[in-house]
């Protein structure tokens, strides 16, 4: 009888570092940790993706790269692909807001838990007067460290501070989290900053799993320099899905994957993952240690879709 991936133990983390990474420009440090869990301080971080009538989508922030340039940080799933026209809505320190209308998402990621899923829009230089970019730590965060999150639930008059949240797990594009604290409002959350105890972003937030029992967040550094270096440096990096470092399966913009499926030579079924809502051990660049029991023959097969229709199917052969 093979054996079914969620049988596999998910590996040990290797220690964090309260470090930001390189590929953003240094973050004015938040300073203390109170500091970052006031929302008069942490608000003219924040950003808010508004729809053509002017009611948010989802949650953001905003970061700036190195390059100079500022970006507003959303889910995908909630922003789009690139050239999607949007709107943003920033905050001054003061809590007055500006939103800026006409703008058009500059890079986007792929749907679901286990994937890159965040958008970037390019902000109006003249938003750098009143903006606090975020930082993004250089390392994923440690099993049981505590994180918290700011967002604007749709049910919720304003901004709300989400602080019981637990590191299960870190592994792939995925941080799995714990409430250890009611949080009463979660819906219209995604894409809100998931930070460390150095205000600090560490995940984006992606959604709920089964039952309500976890939520997920998106690994801010993994996903953003991912999108940055593909966007802004043009380096040729669809997002791509490999087996013992041979390229299975790259992603063209605007494509995400849907089922991933393991099959014998004969076409027999032997496991079928959700990607989008997958909660156990993924990461795309290690297939061989998501499906354990793999053999020479066995299929691969990717179900692909462009935003959420059907486009195609593709396969890989276990050598």
Known sequence: MRKL?????????????????PFLAPAKPLGALHSALDQKTILPSLALPLDSEGFALGSGFVIR?????????AAYHVAGSEGKPISVRLFRPNGSFVDYTGLTVFAGGSFGINAPDVS?????????????PLGVSGRPP?????????????DAPGFELAKGLEVKSSHG?????????????????????????????????????????FLFAIDARKSLSWLLNKEEKGFSAPYTFKFGGVPTL???P?????????????????????????RGFFDAEQ??????????????AFEVHRGRIFARWAFFKVP
């Open 5 to 21: 991936a969620f049988l596999r133990k998910s590996p040990p983390l290797s220690a964090g570092a309260a470090v930001q990474a």
């Open 65 to 73: 790269s190195a390059s100079g340039r500022l970006y507003a940080a």
């Open 120 to 132: 970037l829009i390019e902000l109006p230089p003249e938003a750098a007067s009143f903006v606090r």
């Open 142 to 154: 440690q099993s049981g460290k505590r994180l918290f999150m700011w967002g604007r639930p749709y």
């Open 173 to 213: 594009m995925k941080i799995v989290l714990d409430r250890t604290e009611d949080i009463k409002f979660l819906e219209g959350m995604c894409g809100a900053p998931v930070l460390d105890e150095n205000g600090l972003v560490t995940g984006i937030y992606g959604g709920r799993g089964g039952g309500d029992d």
């Open 250 to 252: 790259e992603l063209e």
């Open 254 to 278: 605007g494509e995400s994957v849907q089922t991933i499926t393991h099959r014998t030579a004969s076409g027999a079924v032997l496991e079928e993952i959700d990607f989008p809502t997958y």
């Open 287 to 300: 297939l061989e240690s998501v499906f354990v029991d793999l053999r020479p023959g066995d299929v691969i």
